[in-house]
């Protein structure tokens, strides 16, 4: 079960996923979708944006596999 860490962090000190790979991300929902098309150990590059300096970046991930 998550951890509910919504008292622990500032909104300023949360980075916003703006492009997964080639796809803008439009929501938290679309974001799952893309997600899910996705394969264990599958590389990916995200645009993030990082609230803190107010900067985008592109960074590289690898996906793993959630477990049971």
Do not use: N
Request: hydrophobic residues 35%.
């Amino acid at each position: 079960r998550p951890r509910d860490w919504s008292s622990d962090v500032c909104s300023s000190d949360l980075d916003v996923i703006l492009r997964y790979g080639g796809d803008p991300v439009r929501s938290i929902g679309h974001l799952m979708r893309l997600l899910g098309r996705s394969q264990p150990d599958e590389r990916v590059i995200l645009r993030v944006r990082r609230m803190k300096g107010a900067r985008d970046e592109d960074v590289a991930a690898t996906l793993g596999e959630a477990p049971d």
